[in-house]
């Protein structure tokens, strides 16, 4: 951080994991009325990110980053290490990997995805 960062007047937004989506703060913070809103607002050029225009609307955002919108800076705040994003393996690492058999790819088929909350818990930013 530089000296201007701290000269920035900003609220503080408590993050319970990082890295979290743009949108997902605007909407959740209640900048905007939805995330179509949001998604609306961003792609307008209307939101800036460290002093930057962002324009991707699933821009990852991470502690210590200031949101401008409206007028207003909101600075990011999270004590947890930002997650490793895991990278799906490439065809080639896939050609080397031992075979799965038959009857682990019927259990792997049996599981259901369970259905996760939407809220500001479940996206990681505090109440």
């Known amino acids: 951080m530089t000296d201007a ?20 703060i605007l909407k959740f913070e209640g900048l905007v009325g939805s995330g179509g809103e949001a998604k609306a ?44 994003i895991e990278l799906a393996p490439s065809a080639d690492s896939k050609k080397g990997a031992a075979k799965v058999d038959a009857a682990d790819k019927v259990k792997a088929k049996r599981k259901k995805p369970v259905a996760k909350k939407a809220g500001r818990k479940a996206i990681g930013i505090k109440s």
């Open 41 to 84: 607002a961003i792609a307008g050029g209307h939101v800036l990110v460290n002093n930057i225009v962002e324009t991707q609307k699933r821009k990852k955002i991470l502690s210590g980053d200031i949101i401008q919108f409206d007028g207003n800076n909101y600075r990011m705040h999270c004590e947890q290490s930002a997650e490793p």
């Open 5 to 24: 960062d701290d000269d920035i007047k900003a609220q503080l937004v408590e993050l319970t994991r990082q890295p979290i989506e743009l949108y997902k």
